[in-house]
T-cell receptor
């Protein structure tokens, strides 16, 4: 079954304790992206990756790191989490057909609910 | 500041009624996508509109892309409880790189039997 998986689904942690949220897709997609969703703000893009070893900032990259060492995995790293990073996080992937009009379907994972105390 | 403004934020209607959700911007978009998100799940793509003035139909859902590619609308005819969800519009502004995506804040639609 084609899917995007995220782990963990729920996480409660304390300020300053490094954590990693994993994201994996089995569709051989070049493009992967991380978003955070907060009430009243919709989804905001954190980082995205066009291919292995190619990453770039979205609109809200501060306090986050990513890496893309393999095509299928795109982990999100919070080196020193703070309470304002409490949010619902989504990973997504899509093909990259090169269309300037961006018609590729983006598939989302089930989300990771993070609470930083 | 949200580049894509959605209205209304919340819509509660009875089964069988029609509804329209709007997605507006002062920026031009290469394309616009509409997603529906249900509680506890990730967004699921409904449609992509690409050409200015384009109209696409998906059963009882009609999507329109503005002529200037700055706005879009979603119209649901004879809404059903299964249409309940958070509707999100998203797209890449033409001034941004291919990888960057902007999302609207969403419209929560509740259809009661």
């Amino acid at each position: 079954e084609a899917q995007v998986t995220q782990n963990p689904r729920y996480l409660i942690t304390v300020t300053g304790k490094k954590l990693t949220v994993t994201c994996s897709q089995n569709m051989n997609h070049e493009y992967m992206s991380w978003y955070r969703q907060d009430p009243g703000l919709g989804l905001r893009q954190i980082y995205y990756s066009m291919n292995v070893e190619v990453t770039d900032k979205g609109d809200v990259p501060e306090g986050y790191k990513v890496s893309r060492k393999e095509k299928r995995n795109f982990p999100l790293i919070l080196e020193s989490p703070s309470p304002n990073q409490t949010s619902l996080y989504f990973c997504a992937s899509s093909e990259q057909t090169g269309s300037l009009r961006r018609t590729d379907t983006q598939y989302f994972g089930p989300g990771t609910r993070l609470t930083v105390l | 500041t949200q580049l894509l403004e959605q209205s209304p934020q919340f819509l509660s209607i009875q089964e069988g009624e029609n509804l329209t959700v709007y997605c507006n911007s002062s920026s031009v978009f290469s394309s616009l996508q509409w997603y529906r998100q249900e509680p506890g799940e990730g967004p699921v793509l409904l449609v992509t509109v690409v050409t200015g003035g384009e109209v696409k139909k998906l059963k009882r859902l009609t999507f329109q892309f503005g002529d200037a590619r700055k706005d879009s609308s979603l119209h649901i005819t004879a809404a059903q409880p299964g249409d309940t969800g958070l509707y999100l519009c998203a797209g890449p502004p033409i001034t941004d790189s291919w990888g960057k995506l902007q999302f609207g804040a969403g419209t929560q639609v509740v259809v009661t039997p």
